[in-house]
């Protein structure tokens, strides 16, 4: 069964029929995806972690996935491949504007990477809407199996939020080392333990840091819930039903 690494839903409603709904229940209409993106690696994979870049020429805007077999795809909006770049073992990827490089304004482009459990950056040109092919630096962590990360802005400061699906939660600030690479200052760092009536591990599905001081965090399982983290000196965890 072929895998596309998304399909990409721009923001256009398409009126189509309603399908059959159980009673009781609203209906619901079936919506096709406008465009896909070109089919890549062996049959039967799922590609992971997806992110979208949106520069300030809009026409540069970029989808950007992960691939289990070891590279990270930058593909325009019809769904053409443009870049490749090796990571051994991607699985979640983020994009942000206005890192501040050295050498010129850019995006920041971060990629979880299993094989080593660190976290790899590159930046992303805005004229040519493709990424260097050097990394720009990389994150040594102690998370198994990463399964989420996220960036955000909050002023001058660049925060950076990872999850594994044991439940290890850790949060950086980001900086520039004297060879101009990407480094990171441990901020935080938690763990949430599933509950007995969890048959497998808490899986975070979803990262939202909120002006540089916490992140909200989505898990799925058996029972799902959404957490409130604030970075200080440790991390505290209230669960938001």
């Known amino acids: 069964m072929r895998k596309q690494i998304a399909h990409i839903m721009i923001a256009l409603a398409i009126a189509s029929p309603t399908l059959a709904a159980e009673p009781g229940k609203a209906q619901l209409q079936k919506v096709p995806a406008l465009r896909e993106t070109q089919v890549n690696g062996a049959q039967g994979e799922n590609a992971h972690g997806v992110a979208i870049w949106t520069p300030q020429d809009k026409s540069q805007a970029r989808v950007i996935g992960a691939q289990p077999q070891g590279e990270l795809n930058i593909y325009d909006l019809s ?11 991607p699985r979640a990827v983020d994009v942000r504007n206005h890192f501040t490089w050295i050498e010129s304004d850019g995006a920041i482009l971060a990629a ?5 459990r660190s976290i790899v950056f590159y930046k992303l040109d805005p004229k040519t809407g493709l990424a260097d092919a050097k990394s720009r630096g990389r994150i040594r962590t102690k998370i198994k199996d990463m399964s989420a990360v996220c960036l955000s802005q909050s002023g001058a400061d660049f925060v950076m939020v990872a999850a594994g699906k044991a439940g290890d ?3 950086w600030t980001l900086a520039l080392d004297p060879w101009r690479d990407v480094t990171g200052i441990k901020i935080a760092e938690t763990q949430f333990h599933p509950a007995p009536s969890m048959t ?14 916490g992140a909200w965090i989505r898990r799925t399982s058996k029972a799902s819930a959404l957490w409130w983290i604030r970075f200080s000196q440790r991390a505290d965890a209230w669960p938001i039903r």
């Open 200 to 213: 497998k591990p808490a899986r975070f599905i979803s990262l939202r840091p909120r002006a540089g001081s």
């Open 79 to 89: 769904g053409v491949i443009l870049q490749r770049l090796g990571v051994r073992a």
């Open 169 to 171: 939660v850790h949060a």
């Open 112 to 116: 979880t990477d299993n094989s080593d």
